[in-house]
């Protein structure tokens, strides 16, 4: 076991960047989980951090004590309270926040269910996508060079550890995988002559999720085999992208009945 006392500690100045940059993840190939939710799920997946990282006081806490017991003392570093609260992403810190070099995607063959999500620029609204498409029982989403960080602090804590049952292919070129994709490629728009409802999901499905505002590109909106629309018979225009993916993943699941 380590303790952190300084703030000219490398490692720590090393974390406090992870914390808040895009650029110093994608350098190192690392990232930053915050919260014992996030931790406790990242090591039932199977993984292995490189670092935990409490605060002095948080030892205390039954749930992080639990955790610590089965964590090797060479990983284990202990900061102040107020050190511990720099690196955090959190206005409420649980002070326990773990290292880990992110998960290189496995290109498995297979699979009948996958995601392009095009200019998911909201971390909460990407984290949402991801957590729902793992709960559906998708494995891969691609996302396009505009989409958010998808191992920034902020989607993981949206994502709610679904990151470590995915496979994320991030910076892809949308069209090419959907030109390449031997399904069905749907896009969901808002005027589409067909609804979602009355198309047969129940083969190799490749759902397009685009950007919050502009919705999908015209290059991208080309690729798509199937347009549909969500049926709305309230008063507003459009539906939240996390709202409207999940809609198309769990149709699926309906039709497909798992």
């Known amino acids: 076991m380590k303790t952190i006392t300084s703030r000219e500690n490398p490692l720590f100045k090393n974390v406090k960047k992870l914390a808040t940059t895009a650029k110093e993840r ?21 993984g292995l951090p490189e670092a935990v990282l409490v605060a002095a ?23 102040n309270d107020e050190l511990f609260r720099e ?4 206005e409420t810190p649980t ?16 699979g009948d269910c996958r995601v392009l999500l095009e200019d998911i620029q909201d971390p909460g609204n990407l984290g949402s996508i991801l957590r729902s ?32 049952h995915l496979s994320i292919y991030e910076h892809s070129d949308l069209a ?12 969901t728009i808002p005027h589409a002559e067909n609804s979602l409802f009355d198309l047969d999901l129940r083969g190799v499905v490749a759902f ?4 919050e505002g502009a919705g999908i590109s015209a290059q991208l909106l080309e690729t ?23 809609i198309c993943f769990f149709e699926r699941v309906r039709q497909v009945g798992a």
């Open 133 to 164: 498409a793992a709960a559906a029982g998708i494995g891969r989403v691609y996302l396009s060079t505009g989409c958010a960080d998808a191992w920034s602090p902020k989607v993981m804590r949206a994502g709610m550890g679904a990151h470590f």
């Open 95 to 110: 002070g326990i926040a773990a290292l880990i070099r992110v998960p290189v995607p496995v290109a498995a063959e297979g």
């Open 26 to 46: 994608r350098k190192t190939g690392q990232t930053l989980l915050d919260g014992i939710h996030l931790v406790s799920a990242y090591r039932e997946a199977g």
């Open 87 to 90: 690196i955090s992403t959190v």
């Open 224 to 246: 798509a085999r199937s347009r549909v629309t969500i049926p709305m018979p309230g008063v507003v225009e459009s539906l939240n992208a996390a709202a409207a993916a999940a």
């Open 176 to 187: 090419q995988i959907a030109r390449d994709f031997s399904g069905e490629v749907v896009a």
């Open 208 to 211: 397009v999720i685009g950007n």
């Open 57 to 79: 006081s948080a030892r205390k806490n039954q749930e992080i004590g639990d955790f610590l017991a089965e964590t090797p003392a060479a990983n284990l570093i202990v900061l």
